[in-house]
Structure formats: structure tokens, C-alpha cells
């Protein structure tokens, strides 16, 4: 099979239109029913929302509390229409920082997680996320672990990168596997 993959020439929310149209065909020519994104405040998604049909849609934030304690990130106008509209939320802790952040914070050392998301940002911060969430997605029940999904994360706000992932939990982090890379910053980008 010969496909081609889209390099941006830098990363950041400059690139989330065209990741999120990028993204959307080649599920589409998959046949994948999942597309998973990471979104803080919810804008992105919102945008995603007008483009990919919301029931495809799942969108993995932060835990409870990230910014104000016992509040989701997402809030407000922008969570009432994902919930309407029938976007799935997810909100939950990192999976590769979560604990081991407040261990390194109390300890300082290098912890096997935290490792794992700074070998990935080798790749790119979008990578990272892309990881990071569809692990996340699968943990919650959000998307089946036995089936391909679109996941597109980025590099600080927006999107800039997109991969077709076949899913894991964590607790199976190896069986997590990239299928195709849709979209990538050109080289490693920093935030």
C-alpha cells in the first residue's frame, strides 16, 4: 500500500483545520468509527464537532481539578454542546505522568512513565498526546481496544498531528501500536 503522509513545516493550532480534514478522510477511507482528541478547553473539539459527525467523536481532557478544584477543564458553552450534540468526554489523569509526576516533583529521579513520554516527544509533542489519549479512551470505556482509531493530538494548543493507532489500556502500553502516521510536524517541535 502506498499512502502519503502530510508534513507541517512547523507544529501548533495553525495546522488543527487541516489535521482535523486529514484525519476525518482517512478514517472515513478505513471505515474507522472512533477519532480521538485531545482538547483542554474544548475549542478544538467544538471545531471537530462541525466537521466529523459527533457520535465518532471522543475527546480526552485532564483529570478533575487541573485548573479549579473539582471542575473539569472543559466547561461551560463548550462542553453543553459536545454533551448535546453527543460527543463523548473523557476526563482523566495522564497516563504517562499522573503519580510519577509527584513522586519526580517530591524525589526527583526519572520514573519508567515519565520516561515513555519524553522518548515519544522525540517524535513530537503531537505523538506524545496521541499516545496518551487513546490509552486513556480505551482505559474509560470510551473506545474498543480491539479496533483501529483515528487519534490526533498536538503541540500546546490545537492540532498538528494525527496517526491511525490500533488501541491498548495501559496496562498493556506494548500492544499499543501506530498503523499509519496521517500528519506530523516536520521534525521534532517543541511547545
Not at 460527543?87 to 509527584?102: D, K, M, P, W, Y
Not at 498526546?129 to 482505559?139: G, H, K, L, N, R
Request: charged share 25%.
Amino acid at each position: 500500500m502506498e499512502k502519503t503522509i502530510e508534513y507541517f513545516d512547523s507544529s501548533g493550532p495553525n495546522n488543527t483545520e487541516r489535521t482535523l480534514e486529514l484525519a476525518r478522510l482517512r478514517a472515513d477511507e478505513l471505515g474507522i468509527d472512533h477519532l480521538v482528541l485531545s482538547s483542554s478547553t474544548g475549542r478544538t473539539a467544538v471545531r471537530a464537532m462541525e466537521l466529523i459527525q459527533p457520535e465518532r467523536l471522543v475527546v480526552v481532557s485532564s483529570m478533575y481539578g487541573m485548573r479549579e478544584p473539582g471542575r473539569p477543564r472543559i466547561t461551560g458553552d463548550n462542553r453543553t454542546r459536545l454533551e448535546e450534540a453527543g460527543v463523548r468526554l473523557v476526563f482523566q489523569t495522564h497516563v504517562l505522568s499522573g503519580i510519577e509526576r509527584a513522586i519526580n516533583n517530591k524525589f526527583q529521579g526519572l520514573y519508567p512513565a515519565l520516561l515513555v513520554a519524553e522518548v515519544l516527544r522525540i517524535f513530537g509533542q503531537g505523538w506524545k498526546v496521541c499516545f496518551e489519549i487513546t490509552m486513556m479512551a480505551a482505559d474509560s470505556g470510551a473506545i474498543p481496544a480491539d479496533k483501529e482509531v483515528v487519534a490526533m493530538g498536538g503541540t500546546g494548543k490545537g492540532l498538528d498531528t494525527a496517526l491511525v493507532m490500533s488501541p491498548a489500556h495501559s496496562n498493556t502500553l506494548f500492544d499499543l501500536s501506530v498503523r499509519e502516521i496521517i500528519c506530523t510536524p516536520r521534525g521534532k517541535q517543541h511547545e
